[in-house]
């Protein structure tokens, strides 16, 4: 009996939900946008004058548009959930930083804070310093140029106190202004007092300086960084430097993983693809575990190296940029959100938003973390030491 | 019946009305979904918007706060207007039906001319070189001034038409829910009541089919009940639904048909069990007269031996008794003085040997007696397997006696019996029996081992053990022994090892039968090869 209700109102139910299917309602599509996407334009003499010019080819190198697969596949090593793979296409040409923005470039704009780090010299360069500080005390015109908290960093480092060691980086610019500014007779005494010419003199401080000039500038937040592309569009446009529409600004997340990926489909960029370790990055390759490929060596610096084509340490990749993972975490333009399903066109993400996306990992991240396809996102306003970021000369992102 | 279809009935219908008010409510739920999902839609709609005016708005915002002569000024303004763009792009994607060109498009064409003038107001000097750039700066400060004021009020329409939009749907939805929720209230209702007047028809459903069952299957178990203690036959009143009538008239049939079954199964029962006494009583006269049969049998095969035995006294007795003829007819003569009568010599001698010759007779008489008197004993057929009190003791001399003949050639028999044995209940022809073949299986084997070279012995043995409430009678032998193969064979009927025609293979069967089945004693033996075989015969004192 119960059986038989039991059936009639099974019945009952599956026949009246079988009219429950919807069909969502026809939606009218725009064909036109309000601000149409425009095409891929042709540099003018002009522009061209100004993108041939050696000392902006040195820095940047020049992406074609194109179109290619954002995000991971779902078999990818160390995927996340965030990087839905779907087709982007980018219609306009840009040109992006080989490097990371280093110290020396973001103290030369002086946005916000200056950035001066401190940092330890090995006993070759103390004496080179020293010998260096004690011409100039001796020296008439410049004994009474040095500043006072040069002064007190050397005369601890003569006295051999305790952790004297350190050395303060505008301390070494100071310095090495001097020696810079000297006559020949001064440096050669200088030079000679070491055994060493001029010439080698100079290259040892000019190498010391680099080392801690051209690290990736990090602690910088996005709003400091999107204010230095601004600096860097007027100082470019007062110069008569900027090509006609095209600005300096924040690659968008798009233009970054294409830039990054180079026409690589897998979890990195560099070379073919497939590995990614402490060997061709700066980051944390310190565990088997973590990182991606056969690399048998286990390297994790656990610090930043200078970046620039004199001191960098690595291959860029396929078209020619460098320390696109690891390093620094990058800014990108987009505020940070679910990817969309479906073809998007320069897609520059949502207009409201609280965090900014970060892309390309670290030097205190795992290989995993560093992937192309990998996300990271922060507050505009976060200021963290694994984060830098890297300029993009192109037209307007809308 | 009734019920069943009653109830199936009731459920159908609600089932059914179940189903409308189910598909009704569905509908209604269905509309207030889509309802929701408007709503949904222009909530969204409205943050869009928002954002989208908040970007633009803060274009002048920037435009207002920041100094002139702030280097990223431009810049920032420049963020917003990207920004802008991109809402008004996304607006139209999303929301064209909303906000159609009328709307989008002089925003649009504003927030160009202002970036426009913007533009122009960012270039600063020294770069551009010319006389009319204080002009067209001007120009474009202008330009902005008036823009901006037009695309405020645009901003602000726009604005009005999104809360509008919102409140629209907001109402939509909420007349809807007030109509779901009235519907589910009737229909919650409805389906109440429905489902309380289902009941009711249950309840008085199954109070009918009660009032029709149960109480004609209440009479039948009370004549039932009835027949029972009464020792009636079972009647009752054929009253109810036809299957109840069916099943009492079904029922009475029944148990007419078992008692007739009874009855005759009865009859035969009782004369199988009359049968089964009969040839009870017919196979214990059998047993009976099997027993006696080899008795008689041991009787016949000793029959020359004891013809024997009472020979050889016999004429001992004859040749006294003649030899006292001769003596006395002397005597006589002598008496009457006959001439023949011996003289003095021999009559001394005849007085001398006369005494002797008679007691000689008499022993030889005796002697033939106690043989006689032997058998009578051996041969003895208690009736009816009876078990009365005997002398154990005795019933053993006279069967040693009877069967003298068989052992005396071969072996001595000794004798070990107690003498303060009571007398034992039992059927002693069945007991002599017994100790005879095994004393004559024991001469037999002796005979077998020594084969006349050497005599062997025969221990007989009786003992009592009050603990035990038992008498063991031990029969021993030195003959050759039972072989270890046979020894669990020896009880068994037809079992023999003598040559065919010598042996039956009854004898040791039949003691056992003897002791173990009719005297509730037990028989068992200790043999080694070569040295002698003991048999054991365990007999209770008291028979229940």
Same mark, same amino acid.
């Given at each position: ?102 110290? !020396? ?97 100079? !290259? ?7 080392? !801690? ?186 | ?5 009653? +109830? ?203 009032? +029709? ?53 009865? +009859? ?129 001399? +006279? ?146």
């Amino acid at each position: 009996m119960m059986r038989l209700i039991l059936f009639f109102f099974c019945f009952f139910h599956f026949s009246c939900s079988d009219g429950e299917i919807e069909h969502s309602g026809k939606k009218k599509l725009n064909s036109t946008k309000p601000f149409p996407i425009t095409q891929n334009k042709e540099f003018s003499a002009a522009d061209l004058k100004i993108l041939n010019r050696k000392e902006f080819q040195k820095k940047f190198v020049k992406i074609n548009p194109g179109e290619f697969m954002m995000g991971s596949s779902l078999k990818e090593k160390g995927r996340s959930i965030d990087e839905l793979k779907h087709k982007v296409i980018l219609t306009k040409p840009f040109y992006i930083s080989k490097f990371e923005t280093t110290i !020396q470039e973001w103290n030369e704009l002086a946005v916000g804070l200056t950035q001066y780090n401190s940092f330890t010299i090995t006993p070759n360069e103390q004496s080179v310093i020293l010998a260096l500080y004690g011409k100039l005390k001796s020296n008439k015109t410049f004994k009474n140029q040095l500043s006072d908290s040069l002064k007190s960093q050397l005369e601890a480092l003569l006295a051999e106190q305790p952790n004297s060691n350190i050395m303060g980086l505008l301390e070494l610019i100071e310095i090495i202004d001097y020696w810079r500014k000297a006559p020949e007779n001064f440096k050669k005494g200088v030079a000679h007092s070491l055994n060493f010419k001029i010439a080698e003199f100079s !290259q040892i401080l000019d190498s010391l300086l680099g080392n !801690q000039n051209q690290l990736p500038v990090n602690n910088v937040s996005y709003t400091q960084a999107t204010a230095y592309c601004h600096n860097l569009t007027n100082k470019a446009y007062a110069q008569g430097l900027l090509p006609k529409n095209m600005l300096y600004r924040l690659p968008t997340e798009a233009e970054w993983e294409y830039a990054c990926r180079a026409g690589n489909l897998g979890s990195c960029g560099l070379g073919d693809g497939t590995t990614l370790s402490g060997l061709n990055a700066n980051l944390d390759g310190g565990l088997k575990e973590y990182i991606i490929g056969s690399d048998t060596t286990l390297i994790n610096r656990g610090k930043l190296i200078p970046v620039t084509s004199r001191f960098t340490r690595f291959e860029p990749n396929k078209w020619g940029i460098y320390d696109m993972h690891g390093s620094v975490m990058e800014w990108c333009y987009d505020f940070y959100t679910a990817y969309n399903e479906g073809v998007s066109i320069n897609p520059i993400g949502p207009i409201r938003g609280t965090r900014r996306v970060l892309r390309g990992g670290s030097f205190y991240r795992t290989a995993f973390e560093c992937r192309s396809a990998n996300r990271e996102s922060s507050d505009a306003t976060w200021r963290g030491s694994e984060i830098g970021f890297r300029v993009l000369l192109g037209y307007p992102v809308r | 019946m009734l019920l069943t279809s009653g +109830s199936l009935i009731g459920a159908l219908c609600i089932a059914l009305f179940g189903w409308l008010t189910f598909s009704g409510l569905n509908e209604a739920t269905d509309e207030l979904e889509k309802e929701a999902q408007k709503s949904g839609i222009s909530s969204d709609e409205l943050s869009d918007v928002m954002a989208f005016l908040t970007t633009t708005r803060s274009i002048f915002i920037t435009m207002e706060i920041y100094p002139e002569n702030f280097s990223g000024v431009f810049s920032i303004a420049y963020d917003a207007i990207t920004l802008a763009k991109e809402g008004a792009n996304q607006l139209s994607d999303k929301y064209y039906e909303n906000y159609p060109d009328e709307i989008l498009i002089p925003i649009s064409t504003a927030i160009r001319e202002l970036e426009d003038s913007i533009s122009e107001m960012q270039k600063v000097p020294p770069f551009q070189n010319d006389s009319d750039w204080a002009t067209r700066n001007l120009l474009a400060r202008k330009n902005y001034d008036s823009t901006r004021e037009k695309l405020k009020n645009n901003l602000d329409d726009l604005e009005i038409k999104a809360l509008g939009n919102l409140n629209k749907a907001n109402q939509a939805l909420s007349i809807k829910w007030q109509e779901l929720e009235d519907r589910e209230q009737t229909s919650r209702f409805s389906l109440i009541f429905v489902i309380i007047v289902y009941f009711i028809l249950i309840i008085v459903l199954a109070f009918i089919t009660y009032r +029709s069952f149960a109480r004609p299957i209440s009479r039948l178990e009370e004549a039932a009940t009835r027949s029972i203690e009464m020792n009636q036959p079972f009647n009752s009143p054929q009253i109810g639904p036809i299957e109840v009538k069916s099943l009492t008239r079904r029922l009475q049939g029944l148990i007419i048909g078992l008692e007739s079954t009874v009855k005759k199964r009865t +009859s035969a029962l009782v004369k199988k069990t009359d049968e089964l006494k009969l040839e009870i009583t017919q196979r214990k006269e059998l047993e009976t007269q099997l027993v006696h049969a080899q008795k008689m049998e041991a009787v016949g095969q000793l029959a020359s031996g004891i013809a024997h035995e009472i020979n050889s006294p016999s004429q001992f007795a004859n040749d006294n008794i003649l030899f006292l003829k001769e003596a006395v007819e002397g005597f006589i003569s002598k008496l009457t003085g006959s001439e023949n009568a011996p003289d003095d010599k021999e009559l001394s001698f005849l007085k001398e040997n006369a005494p002797d010759a008679v007691q000689q007779a008499q022993e030889g008489i005796s002697r033939i007696t106690t043989i006689v008197k032997s058998m009578k004993n051996f041969a003895y057929r208690d009736a009816e397997s009876a078990k009365k009190p005997n002398d154990l003791n005795q019933a053993i001399k +006279s069967t040693i006696v009877v069967a003298t003949n068989e052992w005396k050639y071969h072996a001595d028999v000794v004798t070990n019996l107690d003498e303060t044995l009571q007398m034992v209940p039992c059927n002693v022809g069945e007991i002599n029996q017994v100790v005879l073949n095994l004393v004559v299986n024991g001469a037999h084997a002796i005979r077998d081992r020594f084969e006349s070279k050497g005599k062997g012995e025969i221990t007989i043995t009786t003992k009592h053990y009050p603990s035990d409430d038992c008498v063991v009678i031990s029969i021993t032998d030195n003959g050759g022994g039972i072989p270890l193969k046979v020894q669990e064979r020896i009880f068994e009927p037809f079992f023999t090892t003598k040559e065919v025609g010598v042996g039956t293979g009854q004898g040791l069967a039949i003691a056992h039968s003897v002791i173990v089945k009719s005297h509730n004693g037990q028989i068992w033996f200790q043999s080694v090869e070569g040295e002698g075989t003991t048999f054991y015969i365990k007999l209770p004192m008291t028979q229940t």
